[in-house]
């Protein structure tokens, strides 16, 4: 079982960056997919950015080559650096791990645990 606490939200203008984390408590975080998903209200929740156990990245065509995600698997932490930011960037964002051992970051299949969210406010 594995517990997620995402911070880092806030409300900034287009053009600026935030850098979120997702600190993760729990056994064997090394071994878990994790990924950053978005939901803005009565919308679906949209994946964003994959990193697998071994290092793999995959991203939405929406954000890739401006968001960046990385771990540290010595802090049981992940990271969603995000430059450049929009208005459309305005959600709810949410960290999930899934896929243990799986090295394809596209590959991770369905989360197992998810955060409770963060919120990102982009005004233009």
């Known amino acids: 079982q594995l517990q997620l606490e995402e911070s880092g939200g806030g409300s900034v203008q287009a053009g600026d960056s935030l850098r979120l984390s997702c600190v993760v408590t729990?056994?064997?975080?090394?071994?878990?997919?994790m990924s950053w998903f978005r939901q803005t209200p009565g919308q679906e929740r949209e994946p964003i950015a994959h990193?697998?156990?071994?290092?793999?990245?995959d991203y939405a065509a929406s954000v890739k080559g401006r968001f960046t995600i990385s771990r540290d698997n010595a802090e049981n932490t992940v990271f969603l650096q995000m430059d450049n930011l929009k208005a459309e960037d305005t959600a709810l964002y949410f960290c999930?791990?899934?896929?243990?051992?799986?090295?394809?970051?596209?590959?991770?299949?369905?989360?197992?645990?998810w955060g409770q969210g963060t919120q990102v406010t982009v005004s233009s």
């Open positions: 999930a791990a899934a896929g243990p051992r799986i090295a394809n970051a596209q590959s991770l299949g369905a989360p197992h645990f």
């Open positions: 990193i697998s156990w071994t290092g793999d990245t």
């Open positions: 729990g056994r064997a975080f090394a071994n878990y997919g």
